[in-house]
């Protein structure tokens, strides 16, 4: 599973509240990644970061945010912008040129 | 750009039949390709690889080869289980951005169905 670990499994938010979900990894990966899953469908890509410091919008970064301050850690809030933010968050790293996947979140809001 | 493009499911299939999932691809360069395995609830699980044009991924009955002059990559298996049932999804890594950083892009995902 490449040493991804995501917490916690099942969050609910209030409308107008940011969270944040947790993904770590343990194996010295360089790159790290989010997706958001809707059910029934496929991945799209929220952020990724390369290097500490350093991330990049995917394509539909808009209602969320990313930090990388530690090489092992890639948070991701969820703001109260986000208009539709209820899925299946995954977050993924890069070992050589395969991805490995976390086990994901479920965000739902109430 | 690069697009992946796969059955569209559901495929259900009685337990001890044979499976094909079928996945093309449209990219630049030369990518490596993959396929995914989603079980209810949980994240994506690496299934099988490969790298280079003629390459073979296999892992768990499953294989897949990589056909650069179909541009293809068809996931096959020749008995599956009820433990089989889930998504799969096909997905490519454009190998041009090693060093921008490999991302993923994905197929839609196959939900295969199995019978006992």
């Known amino acids: 599973d490449g040493g991804i670990t995501q917490s916690p499994k099942y969050l609910f938010r209030k409308e107008g509240q940011n969270v944040t979900l947790s993904c770590e990894q343990n194996?010295?990966?360089?790159?790290m990644y989010w997706y958001r899953q809707d059910p029934g469908q496929g991945l799209r890509l929220i952020y990724y970061?390369?290097?500490?410091?350093?991330?990049q919008k995917g394509d539909i970064a808009e209602g969320y945010s990313v930090s990388r301050e530690k090489k092992e850690s890639f948070p991701l809030t969820v703001t109260s912008a986000q208009k539709n933010p209820t899925a299946f968050y995954l977050c993924?790293?890069?070992?050589?040129?395969?991805?490995?996947f976390g086990e994901g979140s479920w965000l739902t809001v109430v | 750009g690069n697009s992946v493009t796969q059955m569209e499911g559901p495929v259900t299939l009685s337990e001890e039949a044979f499976l094909t999932i079928n996945c093309t691809y449209t990219?630049?360069?030369?990518?490596?390709l993959f396929w995914y395995v989603q079980y209810p609830g949980e994240g994506l699980q690496l299934l099988l690889k490969?790298?280079?044009?003629?390459d073979k991924g296999s892992n768990k009955g499953f294989e897949a080869t990589y056909r650069k002059e179909t541009t293809s990559f068809h996931l096959e298996k020749g008995s599956v289980q009820v433990s089989d049932s889930a998504v799969y999804f096909c997905?490519?890594?454009?190998?041009?951005?090693?060093?921008?950083?490999?991302?993923?892009?994905f197929g839609g995902g196959t939900r295969l169905m199995v019978k006992p």
């Open positions: 490969a790298t280079k044009a003629d």
């Open positions: 990219a630049t360069g030369y990518p490596s």
């Open positions: 970061s390369q290097i500490v410091n350093d991330f």
């Open positions: 194996l010295n990966h360089d790159a």
């Open positions: 997905a490519l890594s454009d190998r041009g951005l090693n060093n921008a950083g490999n991302m993923l892009t």
């Open positions: 993924a790293a890069r070992s050589g040129n395969t991805i490995y």
